[in-house]
């Protein structure tokens, strides 16, 4: 029946779980899995990002059954999985669709994006976790859109794992963890994201984000214009903070073993690491270190496991949690981690792997008071850069200088380059073109190469200097285009060079401004 609050009335229908059913990804089981679900049931379903624990969202009783095969707190909110932007207006699931979901949807659906409205009635409270907000997600997993089809609802699916555990990439994990206490798992085959879906709050006045997730901010900012990243994303929230995202508060994704990170360059992060395994080797424990391709021949461990190389952000996120769960299948006790503060997604990777260590975090930085700008003669980009650094505002003050790597004698700065830069209002005082010379870079020194034939000719040139002191500038923001010559062009050409490097310098700084 339908009463006039158009919410569903079930008739007690429970069902009573002797053995998970472990389906195949064929016509007949995705049949079968709807009709489970039609009838009240919870399954662990596919998707593109990780397996999700997937219960009718309209049906209390079903989504009640969620939060106990996962041991899930009451006050952690469950996303809401449609399988055509469609559903949410005629599901009535919002009081009104934002413009700004039409456009992010328009961009992002179907993928790992979720998206939190203003709920109606039509969403219990069990899902909304007692808020006045519904988050949505429109997963681009073929299976799970036909799951979602054929049941005829939307499902509420957070990930199909023992609440705080690592989260599950495969149908094996989820039968790991919830052998008996669900109807079946449809086996997807693993995940190809590997973590959990993005999520964005459209209910205040700017958009913010609460979950990173492979949409990056970048790239929604490419769509809305400004967007908040929430203090949750990389800090711990206080245990009274009422939250409006999965994943903002308790311990996540975390293995049996306590584990801890070790921030910093490769240099001290592997020495620092190496000192921990030692100490605790003395006490008997079983002792995992998590490192890269890059890295694993530096560590004497009981067991090392690489994460993939870092050249290949997709694959560190794609091995995150399969890692995690291989440390509880190899019972160690204590893990160490290198961190993963990569360009482009290293946000999502690192607040899941925060949230696995409680926080935990050893920093073994050098603090930064110096920044070289390099380039070839030392008269133009790094000049233009040095000038256009000067011009924003950091936390903590550095010096910035400039330098070529080949220059056989001073010269003042390049007619065109200073040009551009007085009509910007920057002055070329002191501008005199300057030798790299190893003395210049101090153990708290930042090199910023325009290209990366210049990043290699000084660690080539310099062998007593830490390559990771040394980065190509564009590479450094994630920004995927070098910063080009503009030697021999029109004022024209000197004049985008200008707008690309203040372009990259202020990402830049923000990064900078963060890491302070």
């Given at each position: 029946?339908?009463?006039?609050?158009?919410?569903?009335?079930?008739?007690?229908?429970?069902?009573?779980?002797?053995?998970?059913?472990?389906?195949?990804?064929?016509?007949?089981?995705?049949?079968?899995?709807?009709?489970?679900?039609?009838?009240?049931?919870?399954?662990?379903?596919?998707?593109?990002?990780?397996?999700?624990?997937?219960?009718?969202?309209?049906?209390?009783?079903?989504?009640?059954?969620?939060?106990?095969?996962?041991?899930?707190?009451?006050?952690?909110?469950?996303?809401?999985?449609?399988?055509?932007?469609?559903?949410?207006?005629?599901?009535?699931?919002?009081?009104?669709?934002?413009?700004?979901?039409?456009?992010?949807?328009?961009?992002?659906?179907?993928?790992?994006?979720?998206?939190?409205?203003?709920?109606?009635?039509?969403?219990?409270?069990?899902?909304?976790?007692?808020?006045?907000?519904?988050?949505?997600?429109?997963?681009?997993?073929?299976?799970?859109?036909?799951?979602?089809?054929?049941?005829?609802?939307?499902?509420?699916?957070?990930?199909?794992?023992?609440?705080?555990?690592?989260?599950?990439?495969?149908?094996?994990?989820?039968?790991?963890?919830?052998?008996?206490?669900?109807?079946?798992?449809?086996?997807?085959?693993?995940?190809?994201?590997?973590?959990?879906?993005?999520?964005?709050?459209?209910?205040?006045?700017?958009?913010?984000?609460?979950?990173?997730?492979?949409?990056?901010?970048?790239?929604?900012?490419?769509?809305?214009?400004?967007?908040?990243?929430?203090?949750?994303?990389?800090?711990?929230?206080?245990?009274?903070?009422?939250?409006?995202?999965?994943?903002?508060?308790?311990?996540?994704?975390?293995?049996?073993?306590?584990?801890?990170?070790?921030?910093?360059?490769?240099?001290?992060?592997?020495?620092?690491?190496?000192?921990?395994?030692?100490?605790?080797?003395?006490?008997?424990?079983?002792?995992?270190?998590?490192?890269?391709?890059?890295?694993?021949?530096?560590?004497?461990?009981?067991?090392?496991?690489?994460?993939?190389?870092?050249?290949?952000?997709?694959?560190?996120?794609?091995?995150?949690?399969?890692?995690?769960?291989?440390?509880?299948?190899?019972?160690?006790?204590?893990?160490?981690?290198?961190?993963?503060?990569?360009?482009?997604?290293?946000?999502?990777?690192?607040?899941?792997?925060?949230?696995?260590?409680?926080?935990?975090?050893?920093?073994?930085?050098?603090?930064?008071?110096?920044?070289?700008f390099v380039a070839q003669t030392g008269t133009c980009r790094e000049q233009m850069a040095k000038g256009i650094m000067n011009d924003?505002?950091?936390?903590?003050?550095?010096?910035?200088?400039?330098?070529?790597?080949?220059?056989?004698?001073?010269?003042?700065?390049?007619?065109?380059?200073?040009?551009?830069?007085?009509?910007?209002?920057?002055?070329?005082?002191?501008?005199?073109?300057?030798?790299?010379?190893?003395?210049?870079?101090?153990?708290?020194?930042?090199?910023?190469?325009?290209?990366?034939?210049?990043?290699?000719?000084?660690?080539?040139?310099?062998?007593?200097?830490?390559?990771?002191?040394?980065?190509?500038?564009?590479?450094?923001?994630?920004?995927?285009?070098?910063?080009?010559?503009?030697?021999?062009?029109?004022?024209?050409?000197?004049?985008?060079?200008?707008?690309?490097?203040?372009?990259?310098?202020?990402?830049?700084?923000?990064?900078?401004?963060?890491?302070?």
């Open positions: 029946t339908e009463p006039k609050s158009s919410k569903k009335v079930w008739k007690n229908n429970p069902v009573i779980i002797v053995k998970t059913l472990l389906l195949k990804n064929t016509e007949e089981d995705i049949k079968t899995a709807a009709e489970l679900l039609k009838n009240g049931g919870v399954e662990g379903i596919p998707t593109e990002t990780v397996y999700g624990l997937a219960a009718d969202a309209l049906n209390p009783e079903a989504v009640k059954k969620i939060f106990k095969a996962k041991g899930r707190p009451g006050d952690n909110p469950l996303i809401v999985h449609i399988c055509d932007f469609s559903d949410i207006e005629r599901l009535n699931l919002v009081t009104k669709i934002p413009d700004t979901a039409k456009k992010l949807a328009d961009a992002f659906w179907p993928g790992p994006l979720t998206m939190i409205m203003k709920k109606s009635d039509v969403i219990p409270n069990e899902v909304s976790a007692g808020l006045d907000t519904v988050a949505i997600r429109f997963p681009s997993h073929k299976t799970a859109q036909a799951i979602i089809r054929e049941s005829g609802t939307v499902l509420a699916a957070p990930s199909a794992n023992i609440s705080g555990s690592p989260s599950p990439t495969t149908a094996q994990h989820v039968m790991n963890d919830m052998d008996g206490k669900i109807d079946a798992v449809l086996d997807g085959g693993a995940s190809e994201v590997g973590l959990e879906s993005t999520v964005i709050t459209l209910a205040g006045d700017v958009p913010r984000v609460l979950r990173p997730g492979g949409i990056t901010v970048e790239m929604l900012e490419s769509v809305l214009g400004k967007v908040e990243v929430d203090d949750a994303v990389l800090h711990k929230l206080a245990d009274n903070v009422k939250v409006a995202s999965p994943g903002m508060k308790y311990k996540h994704y975390a293995p049996k073993a306590d584990m801890v990170i070790v921030d910093g360059t490769r240099k001290h992060v592997i020495a620092k690491i190496n000192e921990l395994v030692a100490s605790h080797r003395d006490d008997g424990k079983k002792i995992a270190v998590i490192a890269t391709e890059e890295t694993k021949q530096f560590y004497d461990a009981d067991v090392v496991l690489s994460m993939g190389s870092r050249a290949d952000e997709d694959s560190i996120a794609h091995e995150l949690y399969r890692i995690l769960r291989d440390c509880d299948e190899l019972d160690v006790d204590v893990i160490f981690s290198e961190s993963f503060s990569t360009p482009r997604i290293g946000q999502a990777i690192m607040n899941r792997m925060l949230k696995a260590a409680g926080h935990q975090v050893i920093d073994t930085h050098v603090k930064y008071d110096k920044i070289i924003f505002v950091l936390k903590v003050p550095m010096e910035i200088e400039a330098r070529g790597l080949v220059v056989q004698f001073p010269e003042p700065v390049n007619q065109k380059a200073e040009a551009v830069l007085i009509s910007n209002g920057i002055s070329t005082e002191g501008m005199v073109s300057t030798q790299l010379e190893e003395s210049d870079i101090t153990e708290s020194t930042m090199v910023f190469t325009m290209e990366s034939s210049q990043r290699e000719r000084i660690i080539e040139s310099f062998a007593d200097i830490d390559p990771e002191q040394v980065f190509v500038l564009s590479q450094y923001v994630g920004d995927e285009l070098e910063i080009l010559d503009p030697y021999g062009g029109t004022l024209q050409s000197y004049g985008l060079c200008y707008e690309s490097l203040r372009a990259t310098l202020k990402k830049l700084v923000k990064r900078l401004n963060a890491n302070t």
